[in-house]
């Protein structure tokens, strides 16, 4: 059985709507040490109201473009 992880895609997603990470905080209300260790997958629970926070936050309404499984060896 392979290994899974949750990656999240928040470094992505800025990127795109060309945003820091501070600025998608403050648009989200979640504190910067809070989302940083979640944008750099170092956090490993993940809190379903800042998921969808970002998720209004960016007019985001499918969360597979905010988190994924993926394979272990994958990532």
């Not at 470094?11 to 820091?20: A, F, H, T």
């Not at 989200?28 to 209004?56: C, F, N, T, V, Y």
């Amino acid at each position: 059985m392979k290994t899974k992880r949750i990656v999240v895609h928040i470094l992505e997603l800025i990127e795109q709507e060309n945003i820091s990470l501070r600025e998608l905080g403050r648009q989200a209300d979640i504190q910067i040490s809070a989302l940083s260790p979640l944008a750099s997958g170092k956090k490993q629970r993940i809190d379903l109201g800042h998921l969808k926070r970002i998720a209004e936050a960016l007019d985001i309404d499918d969360m597979n473009k905010i988190i994924s499984i993926e394979d272990e060896e994958d990532v």
